[in-house]
């Protein structure tokens, strides 16, 4: 009878791995190619239907995939880490629910806005249960990783007018030549491919050292290719901030809290305060951060005008009220999608209450979590790769708007890393049937 209890449990712990398996690539290979890759920028995209049928598949895939990761996470162990913290985050969706539903003018908007983000947390939270242990997370990192590259350079090689901006394209011809790989935008390739760099240095060092080498140095190239000057200067950045933030513990807390407001303050304060833009310039830096000043203006006018409350979700760009409003606004940063900086994006969407409960959140909590991590753990590879991560985002987040971005997997990637710190603060060790036994993801 016990033989048979075992056989049983052997049998459902496999069917759990292969699902495991099959469920991660399926959500990394979704998140970061999608189901519409080598866009059309031309401008005759626009108007092909198939286009649309794409979207309204991938918007089925995606509902497909959060009901099999809800239910690999209700049925898992450790269930319990699902949407946590429940209490923090349930305050954050009742806040962001209050201004984008009853107060926001374009509500519709907001309840899509909404199901994606929910969307988004909730598979983060289940993703990392996905792998049986570090080594096998690492291995389905890399076969991911290998995917992701493979298709990048297989455009540029093979489909040049699809992987490489050209100057035939409706907007930034001034991009011609530089390489977008898969992906709508050479920004967008750039950030791949240093989350992609910071994937293979943890591939390196705990499945493969070849694979692990192969993936930071074609990430590397095309980081280079695409033009990304901010993305190439901070993944050696992040890498030297990540390993001060590791050996020096009291330095934690200021080099992210400091950090993140200093970086908020020469980059968007450049743009209010012309003393310090001036001072900006005097340094050799582009004062507008890529034109980004106009947009951080009319985005500060507006806050001005609603400071507690905000706009709600995709309430203010892009809405007939902010394009359609008249003479009042004389800028072209009202035909922005996004305010390029996440915590002004925030105080946009949920005023300046949510950005605090947001910053609880993704900023306060993660440090709190660092700082509760066991010794055996807190110098880990895992734990190094979570907050290599996290710092990244959290700075990158200073010139780019991803916070509560249902679909960028940049965002997913970056709660993915908050829960993984989460989990190492409980890590155990397990073993799996190799010569050698490794971490276990899902205990991390």
């Known amino acids: 009878m016990r033989e048979a209890i075992a056989h049983a449990g052997d049998r459902a712990q496999a069917l759990r791995s292969r699902a495991g398996t099959v469920l991660f690539l399926a959500v ?48 898992h162990p450790m269930r319990g880490i699902i949407l946590q913290p429940r209490v923090l985050l349930s305050l954050i969706l009742a806040w962001l629910g209050f201004v984008s539903v009853v107060l926001s003018s374009y509500p519709f908007q907001g309840i899509k806005g909404m ?28 076969i991911g990783c290998l995917i992701v590259l493979s298709l990048a350079y297989y455009g540029v090689l093979f489909k040049p007018t699809l992987s490489i901006h050209q100057a035939s394209e409706v907007l930034e011809q001034i991009n011609a030549g530089l390489w977008r790989g898969h992906f709508r935008h050479k920004n967008d390739a750039a950030v791949a491919m240093v989350v992609m760099a910071l994937f293979g240095l943890f591939v390196m060092n705990v499945w493969s050292r070849l694979v692990g080498v192969v993936i930071v140095c074609l990430a590397f190239v095309f980081l280079v290719n695409t033009g990304g000057k901010t993305s190439t200067a901070m993944l050696p950045a992040v890498l030297i901030v990540a390993w001060i933030f590791e050996k020096v513990r009291i330095l934690r807390v200021p080099m992210v809290i400091g950090g993140i407001a200093l970086f908020n303050l020469f980059a968007v304060g450049s743009a209010i305060i012309r003393p310090l833009g001036d001072f900006v310039s005097g340094l050799g830096i582009d004062a507008t951060f890529t034109n980004r000043a106009d947009v ?47 915590y002004l994006e925030v105080i946009l969407m949920m005023g300046v209450p949510g950005l605090v409960l947001t910053l609880a959140w993704l900023v306060v909590l993660p440090l709190y979590h660092i700082s509760r991590v066991d010794p055996a753990n807190e110098h880990s590879h895992l734990t190094r790769l979570f907050v290599r991560l996290w710092l990244y985002v959290v700075f990158h987040a200073c010139l780019e708007s991803l916070f509560f971005e249902g679909p960028n997997p940049l965002w997913f990637t970056f709660l993915v890393a908050i829960y993984g710190l989460s989990l190492q603060t409980s890590a155990t060790l397990a073993h799996e049937p190799r010569p050698q036994p490794q971490g276990n993801v899902a205990h991390a």
């Not at 009319?298 to 706009?311: D, H, K, R, T």
């Not at 979700?313 to 996440?342: D, I, R």
Request: proline share 2%; hydrophobic share 55%; with cysteine.
């Open 28 to 75: 990394f290979l979704f998140s970061w190619i999608t189901l519409s890759p080598f866009v059309d920028l031309s401008g005759e995209a626009v108007l092909d239907q198939s286009a649309r049928a794409s979207s309204a598949l991938n918007q089925l895939l995606s509902l497909g995939l959060f009901a099999c990761m809800l239910g690999f996470g209700l049925l």
């Open 296 to 342: 951080w203006r009319l985005a500060f006018s507006a806050i001005a005008e609603n400071p507690l409350v905000g706009y709600g979700m995709k309430g203010f760009w892009q809405t007939s009220q902010l394009v359609n409003g008249g003479g009042a606004v004389e800028t072209w940063a009202v035909a922005a999608a996004h305010a390029h900086n996440s």
């Open 115 to 142: 199901v994606l983000a929910v969307i988004s947390v909730v598979n983060a939270s289940v993703f990392l249960l996905l792998p049986r242990c570090e080594r096998h997370f690492a291995k389905l990192l890399g």
